[in-house]
């Protein structure tokens, strides 16, 4: 009995921290990705952040502020509580300097992340009604709020490039002798 009980426990323990082990490495994406973001706004002028390719798509900063209200919407589907004063419907228009869209991406990555963390392995499977056709369930969702922002992150870096801006990830490394000169 007592080697049925051992098993038994380990099988459970092994759930546990697999279950633990995907949202680690969800949240791990995730905060890459968002530094990723962070990055490209902070290599953006301020005077660009208002630019867009055309008329009919989000400007640099509303893809910011999309990302936020979405990191928001997201994080409440999986049951966090949106903190008063956070309207994520018109965070988009709202928030446009580099400062405050840096600032408000930190703070709801750390919302949709902080309601990642809490969910239980045993809601994983719980249905969850979204705006759009399909069957959701919370790891699915939690599967679409990290491909979300990366997605989100290709359209920043097509936008800085098409402004003259390299990414600056890409930048070529700078020599020991070139390092030195500076």
Same mark, same amino acid.
């Given at each position: 009995?007592?080697?049925?009980?051992?098993?038994?426990?380990?099988?459970?323990?092994?759930?546990?921290?697999?279950?633990?082990?995907?949202?680690?490495?969800?949240?791990?994406?995730?905060?890459?990705?968002? =530094?990723? +973001?962070?990055?490209?706004? *902070?290599? %953006?002028?301020?005077? /660009?952040?208002?630019?867009?390719?055309? $008329?009919?798509?989000?400007?640099?900063?509303?893809?910011?502020?999309?990302?936020?209200?979405?990191?928001?919407?997201?994080?409440?589907?999986?049951? =966090?509580? +949106?903190?008063?004063?956070? *309207?994520? %419907?018109?965070?988009? /228009?709202?928030?446009?300097?580099?400062? $405050?869209?840096?600032?408000?991406?930190?703070?709801?990555?750390?919302?949709?992340?902080?309601?990642?963390?809490?969910?239980?392995?045993?809601?994983?499977?719980?249905?969850?009604?979204?705006?759009?056709?399909?069957?959701?369930? /919370?790891?699915?969702?939690?599967?679409?709020?990290?491909?979300?922002?990366?997605?989100?992150?290709?359209?920043?870096?097509?936008?800085?490039?098409?402004?003259?801006?390299?990414?600056?990830?890409?930048?070529?490394?700078?020599?020991?002798?070139?390092?030195?000169?500076?």
């Amino acid at each position: 009995m007592k080697k049925v009980l051992f098993v038994f426990t380990l099988l459970i323990s092994c759930a546990l921290i697999a279950q633990d082990q995907f949202k680690n490495e969800v949240i791990g994406n995730m905060t890459f990705t968002k =530094g990723r +973001i962070v990055q490209l706004a *902070d290599a %953006m002028p301020d005077d /660009k952040f208002g630019w867009a390719p055309a $008329e009919s798509v989000r400007s640099y900063s509303s893809v910011i502020g999309h990302v936020v209200a979405a990191n928001y919407f997201f994080g409440m589907k999986l049951g =966090g509580t +949106i903190p008063d004063g956070i *309207d994520p %419907m018109n965070i988009e /228009k709202s928030l446009t300097t580099k400062t $405050e869209l840096t600032k408000a991406l930190n703070e709801s990555h750390d919302f949709v992340t902080a309601a990642i963390r809490n969910l239980k392995t045993e809601d994983m499977s719980s249905k969850v009604d979204m705006p759009f056709p399909g069957d959701f369930t /919370k790891m699915s969702l939690v599967n679409i709020v990290m491909n979300h922002a990366s997605e989100h992150m290709g359209q920043m870096i097509a936008y800085a490039r098409m402004n003259g801006i390299t990414p600056p990830w890409s930048m070529p490394m700078k020599s020991d002798d070139e390092v030195s000169d500076n």
